[in-house]
């Protein structure tokens, strides 16, 4: 009886010392659950900002948005994108620390100048060298627009404003640059031809020309000692272009041939520096 009596109050006391621990456990634990939610959520946020899937979007301040520029280069007849990559590397302003390049190749399919030959090429050629009324392959053309339009949309669609949006292109990719500029439904910051033509003259095609499209400003160089794309078929661009309503600024290069020189590429930053769109 009395080892029952006495363990009741040691009974009573650690009862009553175990219901004070756990009370305290609770108290503790309530703003530790609290810190713990928080800094998940914390972790969580940083997370979705640092994944962001336009990385350009916030700069060293916060408020301001960075404008990112795209910039898409069309190679001409048997070369490949990744050859013209180092056109970018002159592209030293600070304007174009946020540009995007792309430079993708044509498919393989056969070219009639080239005796049939199977080749990089956008569409197929009748003739070299190009004169301003030599044949045109505009269905071929217009599949290849397409192709071009893609890639244009899919760079909008991930938040680029079609102001920066600039297509350059050499030779058979010159063509295709006006044609896809021409052709396509919204105003963009530019299009760059060197070396090229107008790649097609029926009326059915230029009558698909939006006025939206008409206020794309258009660059267009050529070399007065061209014997593969003639300069009188660049000569016969700006012509055309007015008669259709676009505005474009013309450059003839003396002495220089079929080919792309630093001058003319240095004249196309900063051509496109002067467009280039800024948001904050």
């Known amino acids: 009886m009395k080892s029952s009596s006495s363990s009741s109050p040691s009974s009573s006391s ?6 004070s621990s756990s009370s305290l456990t609770k108290l503790l634990l309530k703003p530790l659950v609290l810190l713990t939610f928080t800094v998940i959520f914390a972790v969580a946020v940083v997370r979705l900002i640092s994944s962001d899937p336009n990385p350009y979007r916030i700069g060293k301040n916060p408020a301001r948005i960075m404008s990112r520029t795209f910039i898409l280069w069309l190679h001409g007849l048997g070369d490949s994108g990744p050859a013209n990559e180092p056109i970018k590397t002159l592209f030293t302003s600070p304007q174009f620390q946020n540009a995007v390049w792309s430079f993708p190749s044509a498919p393989f399919n056969p070219v009639t100048c080239n005796y049939g030959h199977v080749m990089p090429s956008w569409f197929d050629i009748h003739e070299i060298p190009v004169a301003a009324d030599s044949p045109k392959d505009e269905s071929g053309v217009l599949k290849a627009v397409q192709n071009v339009h893609a890639m244009i949309d899919k760079e909008i669609a991930n938040g680029t404003d079609p102001n ?117």
Not at 14 to 19: A, D, L, V
């Open 14 to 19: 650690s009862s009553s010392s175990s219901s």
């Open 164 to 280: 920066n949006v600039f297509v350059c292109g050499f030779s058979q990719g010159g063509a295709l640059t006006l044609a896809s500029v021409l052709l396509y439904p919204r105003t963009l910051g530019g299009g760059a031809v060197f070396s090229g033509w107008v790649p097609f003259n029926s009326s059915s095609i230029t009558e698909q020309i939006k006025p939206e499209a008409k206020k794309t400003p258009l660059l267009w160089s050529h070399g007065m000692d061209d014997r593969t794309v003639l300069f009188e078929a660049g000569q016969a661009g700006p012509p055309f272009l007015e008669k259709v309503g676009v505005s474009c600024e013309f450059k003839a290069y003396p002495g220089l041939g079929h080919s792309i020189t630093s001058e003319e590429l240095l004249h196309l930053e900063s051509w496109i520096k002067t467009r280039l769109q800024s948001s904050s």
